[in-house]
């Protein structure tokens, strides 16, 4: 699918780029290559390498192994500074303004123009004017940062990079935060840069973005290079498919244990966040004794619904129930005691006490039943006793109950948070990448041990970014896709297109 | 007990210890750059404590330190920041004694009235900036901090010459007397009875038992109820909490009201043991100094308590550095430099305590890879 054109040599190549981190290989030996003057996609689902692969670039982590050529050139990268000084600039997801300075300021900090020891002002305004005319972009130098919309900031963040000198702009994922007619504008933008000689390097995960904007595209499955294309000679669905990959996990043939009692159901839940629709409309039931699980790419609404179905965000319209009863004003205390068991995605942050010893960790979200409660009181002995329990159940290895829970391996961590909810016995499990992060053994172990509650009566909603988990345990697949749920699929007979036709809004 | 346990209560104790040592080292050499004689100097203040009176006032100034670091430290462990103690229990302090000497109990009950005015007076003043935390979202360090400001720069001196102040007095404004059923007594004649000479004019203050029942109080609330639970699992990871039911706003606000009440009785001891009204002599300055003993303490019940004992006994012993011609604002120094470099020694202990919790826990798991906890760890994600 690729064609061959008549240019110099590429202006950035990586070649054979490795980067591994305890547990996981996030880049294993990709390539890439980026002729001058072109917009260039880099396209792959949440986690297949992208922004290590950027970061790379960026000079923000040296790689393991591979080389950097820029212009042809060996470079090393000690920091993003030594990235900047060969032309190579970056602009994060987030932006990185000081919202109480000006236009002008922002874009000067931390390379000002000087004049004695004061800032030169005059020099950087004609600077700053004389970029923004160039490359077609509408901003007034003197605004304040906090006045402006999320388009003119981004705009802002590109003038930065572009006032260091940047010929090679990165954007990570720059239209995520853009409502419509913003993605408009930048697109015009970008056509003015690439008019102009720079060369844009462009991270998305939305196809038909993509496909509009690129010159070419390269695909990142798992850390590799699955292949590069042209959007005249390729549709999104086949790139979707080059996203997911051609092959998906059979589901294991298994007796259906989903029963006719709704535990949870969402009717036209929506959730409207500073202007933005985060949540669209969401509608669907959970049984008991069925796992439903949620496919999407990250960031399009799955953490919002999560937080919603907890009680920790409030939903702006809609209603959601519990085993038949009103749960939409219930605070989250109320919910968990109705039996809501929580496996959050980002552990660390929603799920632990990380300095504090085991027996505390394990009455998170508990903390006021039994056996880690006796009325007012602690239970400090039930506590300690059932964390025991977990600890030799679900296999977390721990020198004791003590120990407090940053000195455990992210795997004991997870298996003590599952082992936790498990053995709370809940009605309704809100899953969040249960096995992330956790070694094969343990992570079959976590799939049976779900399996089994299901097939007791347990609800599961499973929020996962593993395709062999959703389809090996869901029992029905939901697929969200810019807040909405967009497909219910049969996760017995969904092919690899149509999941991600669904993910990446490539199906109409 | 033990030995990891063993080992990591000498490696807590060992940074108050290393901070005080480095403490006095830092103050021999401002006492040498002035002229004067450090050995001198220690050897008076060690000398001081040497008489039951000296020790009584020793322990007297070190009541109203410890209940100001009580509820300091009680809203740090969930990380909330009450600099307000200071006008919460003044206000608390003059509102009790004005209507302690207007109403008229047979004797516990009247100790008890007074003490649950202040009491609620600071929870209110404290609830102030709760609610402001809770609801808009004000840092409570601002608003404590004007809270303190409107209080001593304004409202006590409006509040005493226009309602409070006893009309029968011309000389200096204070509030009418307590009667006698409203005070707390000594605890000379059970100090007696132990077989304890004390001097006439020397009072061990009845409010050293209420100090530390309320310090027990503290411990037994905040380590072993759900509420204590719920305050420091918000204080460690507020989003886990959460997740797990703590509502935050019911949090901040029980805090602050808790808070507020224990610094209700910062003023306490001295109000029903020592003066008997609020005057214009009243001291100031306790919040302050408890926000220093509840750092030095660790928030910890007896931590605290000992970190009172020794501000206590250093404010105590600055007289006789007077008496001496030693300038006695060398304890100011001393007080300071402990503040400083505990708050430095207790941080490298954190650290050493972390990196062999990772080490034991990493032999427990047969050597399996720990290095990202172990980064993020000593990188510094404040517990």
Do not use: C
Not at chain 1, 426 to 455: K, N, S
Not at chain 2, 276 to 291: A, M, S, V
């Amino acid at each position: 699918m690729k064609t061959e054109r008549d240019v110099d040599a590429p202006v950035v190549e990586l070649r054979a780029i490795a980067k591994r981190f305890p547990g996981v290989v996030a880049n294993d030996h990709i390539d890439l290559v980026v002729r001058r003057g072109e917009v260039h996609a880099i396209v792959g689902e949440n986690g297949a390498g992208k922004s290590t692969l950027m970061k790379i670039l960026y000079g923000m982590q040296p790689p393991d192994e591979g080389t950097i050529l820029v212009d042809g050139a060996d470079v090393r990268f000690k920091s993003p500074r030594d990235a900047i000084a060969v032309g190579i600039g970056m602009v994060h997801q987030h932006f990185m303004l000081a919202d109480n300075l000006t236009v002008l300021e922002n874009v000067v900090l931390g390379s000002e123009p000087r004049r004695g020891l004061l800032l030169d002002t005059g020099a950087a305004r004609r600077r700053i004017v004389e970029l923004a005319d160039t490359y077609g972009m509408d901003i007034d130098p003197d605004e304040l940062v906090e006045t402006l919309s999320v388009g003119e900031r981004q705009r802002v963040e590109i003038l930065k990079v572009l006032y260091r000198g940047a010929r090679i702009l990165i954007l990570d994922e720059p239209t995520a935060v853009l409502v419509p007619h913003e993605v408009e504008d930048l697109f015009t933008s970008l056509a003015d840069l690439k008019a102009q000689g720079v060369t844009v390097i462009f991270i998305s995960h939305k196809l038909d973005e993509v496909l509009r904007i690129a010159d070419s595209i390269t695909v990142i499955r798992a850390g590799r290079t699955v292949g590069t294309a042209v959007p005249a000679e390729t549709t999104a669905r086949q790139l979707a498919e080059m996203m997911v990959g051609s092959e998906l996990p059979t589901p294991e043939t298994r007796g259906s244990t989903v029963t006719d009692v709704v535990e949870l159901e969402l009717s036209g839940v929506s959730l409207i966040d500073a202007g933005r629709t985060v949540i669209d409309d969401v509608s669907f039931r959970v049984r008991r004794g069925e796992v439903v699980g949620i496919a999407g790419v990250e960031g399009n609404g799955q953490t919002e619904l999560v937080d919603i179905i907890l009680g920790l965000t409030r939903p702006t319209s809609g209603t959601l129930a519990l085993a038949g009863h009103d749960i939409t004003d219930e605070p989250t205390r109320e919910r968990r005691h109705d039996g809501i068991g929580y496996i959050p995605a980002d552990r660390q942050r929603y799920g632990l006490l990380l300095p504090s010893p085991l027996w505390e960790n394990s009455m998170l979200g508990h903390q006021d039943t039994a056996p880690f409660a006796r009325g007012f009181w602690i239970n400090r002995h039930g506590a300690r006793e059932r964390t025991a329990t977990i600890m030799a159940e679900y296999d977390v290895r721990s020198p004791g109950v003590d120990t407090p829970a940053h000195a455990l391996s992210g795997g004991n961590q997870q298996k003590l948070i599952v082992g936790r909810e498990m053995s709370a016995a809940p009605q309704l499990l809100v899953a969040g990448h249960p096995t992330r992060g956790i070694d094969v053994g343990a992570q079959a172990a976590v799939w049976e041990q779900l399996r089994t509650a299901r097939g007791n009566g347990l609800a599961v909603l499973l929020v996962s970014a593993d395709l062999e988990e959703l389809i090996g345990l869901s029992d029905t697949l939901l697929v969200m896709y810019r807040g909405r749920i967009v497909a219910q699929l049969d996760p017995a007979a969904v092919t690899p297109q149509e999941l991600g036709a669904h993910m990446t809004g490539a199906a109409a | 007990m033990n030995r990891a346990r063993l080992r990591r209560i000498g490696l807590s104790l060992l940074a108050p210890v290393a901070a005080f040592i480095f403490a006095v080292g830092i103050s021999s050499l401002a006492l040498w750059a002035s002229g004067n004689d450090p050995w001198t100097a220690w050897s008076e203040m060690l000398g001081y404590a040497n008489d039951t009176k000296r020790v009584i006032s020793i322990v007297n100034r070190a009541v109203p330190l410890y209940l100001s670091a009580l509820a300091v430290g009680f809203a740090f462990k969930m990380n909330l920041f009450n600099i307000g103690v200071e006008g919460q229990y003044q206000l608390a302090a003059v509102l009790a004694a004005s209507a302690g000497a207007a109403v008229d109990l047979p004797a516990p009950l009247h100790v008890l009235f007074i003490l649950i005015i202040a009491m609620g007076v600071g929870a209110g003043w404290a609830g102030i900036a709760g609610v402001l935390k809770a609801y808009r979202g004000v840092h409570e360090v601002i608003s404590t901090i004007m809270l303190n400001a409107i209080v001593t720069s304004g409202l006590l001196a409006y509040l005493l010459s226009s309602y409070l102040r006893d009309e029968s007095e011309t000389s200096i404004i204070k509030t009418p007397p307590i009667p006698e059923s409203g005070l707390m007594p000594s605890l000379n004649s059970w100090l007696d009875r132990l077989g304890v000479d004390v001097s006439p004019g020397s009072d061990l203050q009845g409010f050293v038992l209420v100090a530390m029942l309320i310090g027990l109080a503290f411990y037994v609330v905040v380590w072993r109820t759900r509420f204590g639970y719920d305050l420091r699992a918000s204080g460690v990871n507020p989003w886990a909490a959460q997740a797990s039911g703590v509502s935050p706003k019911g949090m901040i606000l029980r805090t602050m009201l808790v808070s507020g009440a224990l610094a209700g009785l910062v003023g306490m001891p001295q109000l029903l043991g020592f003066f008997g009204r609020y005057h214009q002599d009243f001291p100031t300055g306790l919040g302050f100094g408890g926000i220093a003993v509840a750092l030095l303490g660790r928030n910890n019940p007896i931590g605290m308590a000992i970190g009172a004992l020794l501000f206590g006994f250093l404010s105590a012993s600055a007289q006789i550095l007077d008496l001496n011609d030693i300038p006695k604002e060398i304890i100011d120094i001393m007080q300071a430099t402990i503040l400083l470099s505990v708050v430095v020694s207790y941080e490298v202990v954190r650290r050493m305590v972390a990196a062999s919790e990772i080490r034991a826990a990493a032999e427990a798991t047969e050597g399996m890879a720990t290095q990202p906890a172990r980064t993020a760890v000593l990188e510094g994600e404040k517990p």
